[in-house]
């Protein structure tokens, strides 16, 4: 929480002290060249685009998909999904806050050479240089992909579109009718940032103990302890060599997906290699974190409270930082536990987690049975998702979804559940809401976790080189999935998984097994649509009465075709005369 409030406050420092590149000084303000001398004002161009990302809080965007809707009507990606989504509204975009970063790392790349880093240190002050210029390079890729996944899309005449590229500080005197850069251009800027980061940067921030562990290109300039100073433990957190790799993972899937991938130059082999790269170094499958899908939850309560000075837990590769809260559990708890219960998982969603078997549950010999349809689940089910008499919160209540039973039935009172369900995932079930005895408990936000690697390269690398290939690794799609549903607790063997051998139905495979390991972390929306895949499946629910279920319609998706590929800001385009993506 210390360094967290240090780089809010850092950041603070660094808009009231740009006011100045862009405006005339006001006596006292300090300017550019304030940065000279002073290190900690230039770090703060850096800490700005931290603080920027897009990566602090969970989105629940979830809610603008099949997976879930939420019984706030305000909501935007509720109003996203029922038609009142515009270039106008967009709850979405990125544009604005992704270019005000890059102007800040901009202006950071340009003037890093002037500025005094270390006034003490062998070569401590070029090292200080190399690693803030490489963390901006690697923000800078980052936010050119959250760029493109939210406004890159195909012009009216055919064109596959990124964003203007700018590699360069605007100022007053700058040319801000830029037009857009191809896609494939923006994704070969990514690319160059990224390698330019890797160049720079450690792989982890961690503590040496010797001279013979001095990185070759700073051997003989510098010391242990000058080393450790600037690339040691204690900027755990900020991006490194590792987390560079990761980053490169989700831009080469992103644009070798089926609604990129006929314009950028990216093919499902190199997706499937730059995800194995980084999870070669963990020893592959082998290096999959057995509590990878409960990472969050009341019963790994040791190991997130253990978690402190930047230390990872084995499921993630880059977190924000730990602190001790209770906003998730206050927006969705139900209600009979002082909760607001925002988010409803949908029976979409529910149906989607197959027997513990592994059979679909529309398969013959999965054992559904629709009269008792949450009974010999995958037990993701249950860990994810509140049913009808489930257990949860720190007393283990029942929670009662049936219409008529408590405040906790379908659409008892406003803060009901829509759907017949309530939110687990994410959530610290030994924090106590009641007012009469409420806590506090440990939360962090992952920014990477190795899950989504492992399902990144399956999908790679089964498009690639289909369910058994394994390019130049050590392992293949199957083998990913399979480690993933044993762990998950699926029974073994697996028959179904051994029952799949052709491309598509291990992509329908995977593209499950990722909707289940990553729902309500913000992946759906944009899964959804890179894969080309509908949009406008409505969302279901359930209605319980007399001991049966009910499935039906809760809410409609109003998506035109052309949503597929979010919009420009309104006001961008009118500016800077930008081509807006088809249909907008």
């Known amino acids: 929480m210390k360094r967290g409030l240090i780089y809010i406050i850092a950041a603070l420092v660094v808009f009231s002290g740009c006011r100045k590149i862009l405006s005339p000084a006001d006596e006292n303000n300090r300017g550019l060249s304030d940065i000279y001398n002073n290190a900690a004002f230039a770090e703060g161009l850096v800490l700005n685009g931290y603080v920027r990302l897009p990566l602090g809080s969970y989105t629940m965007n979830d809610v603008a998909t099949d997976d879930a809707v939420s019984n706030d009507p305000n909501n935007g990606y509720r109003q996203m999904a029922t038609g009142k989504w515009s270039s106008i509204n967009n709850p979405v975009d990125q544009y604005t806050g992704g270019f005000a970063a890059i102007q800040y790392l901009n202006i950071l790349l340009a003037q890093a050479n002037k500025v005094v880093w270390a006034t003490t240190g062998q070569y401590t002050n070029e090292m200080f240089r190399d690693r803030m210029m490489g963390e901006a390079y690697g923000l800078r890729g980052l936010f050119m992909y959250y760029l493109l ?179 998730l559990e206050k927006d969705n708890y139900p209600p009979t536990l002082y909760g607001n219960g925002r988010v409803n998982p949908t029976q979409n969603l529910v149906d989607a987690f197959p027997m513990a078997n592994g059979y679909p549950i529309t398969d013959p010999s999965s054992g559904y049975d629709p009269t008792h349809p949450y009974t010999n689940r995958d037990p993701r089910l249950a860990l994810y998702i509140v049913t009808n008499s489930s257990k949860m919160g720190p007393s283990g209540a029942t929670i009662l979804t049936q219409p008529g039973s408590t405040n906790d039935g379908l659409n008892a009172i406003s803060t009901s559940t829509r759907t017949g369900y309530y939110l687990r995932k994410l959530l610290r079930e030994d924090v106590n809401l009641n007012p009469a005895n409420i806590n506090t408990q440990r939360h962090y936000v992952p920014y990477i976790r190795y899950t989504e690697l492992f399902l990144a390269y399956a999908e790679a690398a089964n498009e690639a080189w289909g369910p058994d290939g394994m390019g130049s690794h050590a392992y293949s799609a199957r083998q990913i999935v399979a480690a993933l549903r044993k762990r998950a607790g699926i029974a073994q063997p697996d028959n179904f998984l051994a029952s799949v051998s052709s491309k598509d139905d291990m992509r329908a495979l995977i593209h499950n097994e990722r909707r289940l390991e990553l729902c309500f972390e913000g992946f759906r929306f944009w899964d959804l649509r890179r894969w080309n895949a509908s949009i406008t499946v409505p969302a279901n629910g359930v209605v319980i009465s007399g001991g049966a279920y009910t499935f039906g319609l809760v809410e409609p998706r109003q998506y035109a075709d052309y949503m597929n590929y979010g919009p420009l800001p309104y006001n961008d385009v009118l500016k800077e005369n930008l081509v807006q993506n088809k249909g907008w």
């Open 149 to 327: 996944q939210a406004h890159g899309g195909w012009s009216p005449d055919g064109k596959l579109l990124g964003v203007p590229i700018l590699t360069v500080a605007q100022d007053g005197s700058s040319d801000f009718k830029i037009p857009r850069n191809s896609f494939a251009d923006c994704i070969k800027q990514i690319y160059h940032d990224l390698d330019s980061a890797a160049l720079l940067l450690p792989l982890d921030f961690e503590n040496i103990a010797q001279p013979t562990d001095i990185p070759a290109k700073y051997a003989n300039k510098t010391t242990v302890a000058d080393y450790n100073r600037v690339f040691g433990a204690y900027d755990r957190q900020r991006v490194t060599a590792r987390i560079v790799k990761g980053i490169r993972a989700k831009v080469s899937l992103l644009a070798a997906s089926p609604a990129f991938g006929q314009g950028s130059g990216v093919t499902w082999d190199k997706a499937a290699d730059d995800a194995a790269s980084v999870l070669d170094l963990i020893g592959g499958v082998s290096g999959m974190a057995s509590n990878g899908d409960y990472w969050y939850a009341s019963k790994n309560s040791g190991e997130i409270n253990a978690v402190s000075s930047g230390v990872n837990p084995k499921e993630i590769l880059w977190r924000a930082n730990v602190g001790d809260g209770n906003n």
